[in-house]
């Protein structure tokens, strides 16, 4: 079993390149500063737990920039000749909320110039192949209300698009997809469009039990928590049995109902404190629906989603692990 000082570099070195240049970089003693919000009882076991599910699930930029890199020469993307591919794509600077499409463009144009000697302005700005391009897919809405505009509106009458992102969740994804392809039905338009990933993260409802989010197995005996359950319009879907995920993101069944029932408990009072959280932004984790929250534990290097358990992004007066930069 590691010490707590050992815990305590191990999380701040996996992270340690976290909103590099922008924030001061996280150090032992902030990831301390943090987890001593926590009860001393459950502080050691929950930096065992996080330092597990972090070196599983915390995208660091090395890890980016060599799946970039990697997508150039995909053979199954780009077919035999890489470079006529991406001279002839389109790339699509349509975002409308966050920076993560505008910087992720300016990663893939280091490798895109050092393989084929041209950048992504170079490319083609009327072709019949676009390409979408973001770090990770969480509840689907921002693809769904980016590429559902651009069909509406610029997309020509016929064209063959990829959405291209690190991580997926499957959740959001047939409901997203089906919206897109709505959206093309009634600008008769003859679009077709291809999801591509280097993972897809497991947090289907139907398939709770083999999730690789938080979904607690049950609400535990805080009455606030019991108070924040009885208000949601439905009653919470909680996990039926022990699992470490598809993925496992999670050490063991313990671990993970550890991290489940603190980050909730912490969310439920974070959400009591804090001023400036709207409605969606529940104690897992930012969610339209009502539930306890979205639940991942995704954080890329460049900035932590609001989809992760409040606990690990949310401000004044709470102490964030992530320091999260807003749209």
């Known amino acids: 079993m590691s010490t707590k000082a050992e815990l305590l570099e191990s999380i701040a070195s996996t992270i340690a390149d976290y909103r590099h240049g922008e924030i001061d970089a996280p150090d032992a003693a902030h990831v301390e500063t943090w987890v001593n919000q926590f009860s001393e009882g459950v502080r050691l076991p ?26 150039i020469v995909q053979p199954k993307l780009t077919g035999d000749d890489p470079c006529a591919f991406w001279r002839n794509a389109t790339f699509l600077k349509i975002q409308g909320g966050g920076n993560s499409q505008r910087e992720m463009l300016a990663l893939f144009d280091v490798p895109l110039k050092k393989h084929c000697g041209f950048g992504i302005k170079d490319c083609s700005d009327d072709g019949s192949t676009f390409i979408y391009l973001d770090d990770v897919v969480f509840t689907g809405n921002r693809v769904l209300k980016d590429v559902g505009a ?9 064209a063959k698009g990829y959405i291209i992102t690190i991580g997926l969740h499957r959740g959001g994804l047939p409901y997203a997809a089906s919206k897109i392809k709505a959206a093309i039905a009634a600008a008769k338009k003859d679009v077709k469009l291809t999801w591509w990933c280097r993972g897809e993260i497991e947090d289907s409802r139907d398939m709770v039990n083999k999730s690789d989010v938080l979904r607690p197995r049950t609400l535990g005996d805080d009455p606030q ?3 924040y359950a009885a208000s949601l319009k439905y009653k919470p879907i909680l996990r039926s049995q022990d699992s470490v995920g598809e993925h496992k993101f999670f050490s063991c069944e313990k671990g993970r109902a550890l991290l489940e029932q603190e980050f909730l408990k912490a969310g439920v009072k974070i959400r009591g404190s804090c ?17 306890l929250g979205f639940g991942s534990t995704i954080v890329t290097f ?9 606990a690990l992004w949310a401000g004044d007066p709470w102490y964030p692990l992530f320091p999260r930069k807003t749209n």
Do not use: S
């Open 225 to 227: 928590v019991a108070a």
């Open 275 to 291: 001023p400036h959280l709207n409605k969606y932004q529940r104690p897992l984790g930012n969610m339209v629906l009502e539930t």
């Open 150 to 158: 651009w069909i509406q509106t610029t997309a020509p009458a016929k």
């Open 46 to 71: 929950m930096l065992e737990e996080l330092d597990h599910v972090l070196k599983h699930t915390y995208i660091n930029r090395t890890t980016v920039t060599k799946f970039l890199a990697g997508l």
């Open 302 to 310: 460049r900035n932590c989603p609001n989809n992760a358990p409040l």
